[in-house]
Nanobody
Framework: QVQLVESGGGLVQAGGSLRLSCAAS????????MGWYRQAPGKQRELVAT???????NYADSVKGRFTISRTNAKNTVYLQMNSLKPEDTAVYYC???????WGQGTQVTVSS
């Protein structure tokens, strides 16, 4: 069983930056690909970025060049560095292990214009 806890959300002005963290319990963390997802009010949850156990990354077109996903297996943690934030990035951000039922509780990111 893996538990995921996100942190680092908040309110930021457009053009600002935030760094989200997702701490995972369980020693099997390093075996899983991890992903960040987001859900804005009235919209479906969407994939933001993924990182494999080996460190290969993939991004949604809407965040390419602005967001960076990374992981530190020794700390069982995955990060999402978000730069040049836009109001349309406002959402609840979740981390998950794709293909599993493991989800965090989410952290709110609000970008003001």
């Amino acid at each position: 069983q893996v538990q995921l806890v996100e942190s680092g959300g908040g309110l930021v002005q457009a053009g600002g930056s935030l760094r989200l963290s997702c701490a995972a319990s369980g020693s099997i963390f390093r075996r899983y690909a991890m992903g960040w997802y987001r859900q804005a009010p009235g919209k479906q949850r969407e994939l933001v970025a993924t990182i494999t156990s080996g460190g290969s990354t993939n991004y949604a077109d809407s965040v390419k060049g602005r967001f960076t996903i990374s992981r530190t297996n020794a700390k069982n943690t995955v990060y999402l560095q978000m730069n040049s934030l836009k109001p349309e990035d406002t959402a609840v951000y979740y981390c998950s292990a794709p293909g599993t039922s493991y989800w965090g509780q989410g952290t709110q990111v609000t970008v003001s214009s």
